[in-house]
């Protein structure tokens, strides 16, 4: 079965631009939950979709926003760049239905903002 | 309003020993929970989970442990090897907190040989 797979693995923006980021589930997976992770800052959690509808989400600023496609994969769009950008974003996904299965991960996009 | 608390953000042990780590959580709602390693440059990977009706589960080297009343969980790691270093999360979720998974903020194990 393969893994959860993030495209591109790293990406290098300046200050405004906007950067969309690719997650492609596990075959049979329909929850996908996007992650931002900082030095110190742990796993901070930023939004999950699942059935292409947005079913949770963090308290992250509006110029995060996402999307799920009918085959399940997932997009994330940062606009208007900050430094403060600059993360590891990490999804995960799991098939959604029951409450007792672990989130799978992907390798994470490395975002550098300069 | 950080929900899931590892309050170590770093633990050294001599390999061969026991490591022990330790999460805290606020939620009583809270009914799973699972841990996770992550090595740099790579995602998390699932380590170990346990359900609110259990207060011990155990894989292999790896324990958790759950007391509901203290709100806490550990994780045991016996023998501790030197490929066990790395950053451990805690993670929990409920039914009732829209399934959303909390993760804590991580403690990097070093096992030193």
């Known amino acids: 079965k393969a893994g959860v797979t993030q495209t591109p693995r790293y990406l290098i923006k300046t200050r405004g631009q906007q950067v969309t980021l690719s997650c492609s589930p596990i075959?049979?997976?329909?929850?996908v939950s996007w992650y931002q992770q900082t030095p110190g800052q742990g796993l901070q959690f930023l939004f999950e979709y699942f059935s292409e509808t947005q079913r949770n989400k963090g308290n992250f600023p509006g110029r995060f926003s996402g999307r799920q496609f009918s085959n399940s994969r997932s997009e994330m769009n940062v606009s208007t760049l900050e430094l403060g950008d600059s993360a590891l974003y990490l999804c995960?996904?799991?098939?959604?239905?029951?409450?007792?299965?672990?989130?799978?991960f992907g390798p994470g996009t490395r975002l550098t903002v300069l | 309003d950080q929900q899931v608390k590892q309050n170590s953000p770093s633990l050294s042990v001599q390999e061969g020993r026991i490591s022990i780590l330790n999460c805290d959580y606020t939620n009583s709602m809270f009914d799973y929970f699972l841990w996770y390693k992550k090595y740099p440059a790579e995602g998390p990977t699932f380590l170990i989970s346990?359900?609110?009706?259990?207060d011990k589960n155990e894989d292999g080297r790896f324990t958790v442990f759950l007391n509901k009343s203290a709100k806490h969980l550990s994780l045991h790691i016996v023998p501790s090897q030197p490929g066990d270093s790395a950053v451990y999360f805690c993670a929990a979720r409920g039914t009732n907190t829209g399934n959303q998974f909390y993760f804590g903020t991580g403690t990097s194990l070093t096992v030193i040989p």
């Open positions: 075959s049979g997976h329909r929850s």
């Open positions: 995960a996904t799991y098939s959604g239905v029951s409450s007792y299965n672990e989130q799978f």
């Open positions: 346990i359900s609110s009706i259990k």
